[in-house]
């Protein structure tokens, strides 16, 4: 007779789901940044599209380790992850030219006190449809698909685990 880990340890599932939960956009979020001000990788439009749902994921994944119930909100930030993995998923296929994207590039923002004319002239052209970095041939974008998407799906999945008994 075999017992699973899940049903062995009340809410082991829903602890889990938590903490990925908080794990995929702060990881995400600090290698977006990392690349960005370590590696001179600045951010194209669609790449800032793909931080924003980790930006909305991170605070209800914080909220679920202080606040009750907790299922609803990190359900509400796997659906962040998951926005921003298919984001990175449509950018992958930019990348690698298998559709056309929004947009076909965008500059970095300048900072302020500083002519603007100058500062537009100065910015870098960041292109959409170009991979700044891969590796085995996979991009930025292409990994966040990865991880995002299949971090949101086993968050779901974990949830759905921890779901509470039905009564009566």
């Given at each position: ?125 960041i ?5 700044p970095?891969t ?15 299949l ?18």
């Amino acid at each position: 007779m075999t017992v699973s880990v899940a049903a062995a340890l009340p809410g082991t599932s829903l602890r889990s789901a938590r903490l990925l939960a908080l794990a995929i956009p702060v990881i995400a979020l600090g290698g977006a940044y990392i690349s960005q001000y370590g590696f001179g990788l600045h951010p194209c439009e669609m790449c800032w599209w793909q931080r924003y749902g980790q930006m909305f994921a991170l605070p209800f994944a914080l909220l679920a380790f202080f606040w009750r119930p907790v299922r609803p909100l990190v359900a509400v930030a796997a659906l962040g992850i998951l926005s921003s993995g298919l984001i990175g998923g449509f950018h992958a296929g930019v990348e690698y030219g298998w559709w056309s994207g929004f947009t076909a590039c965008t500059s970095s923002t300048f900072a302020p006190g500083v002519n603007p004319m100058d500062a537009i002239m100065a910015a870098p052209l960041i292109r959409c449809d170009v991979a700044p970095w891969t590796l085995g041939g996979v991009s930025l974008a292409g990994f966040n698909f990865l991880l995002s998407t299949l971090g949101a799906l086993t968050i779901f999945t974990l949830l759905g685990r921890s779901a509470p008994a039905a009564k009566g």
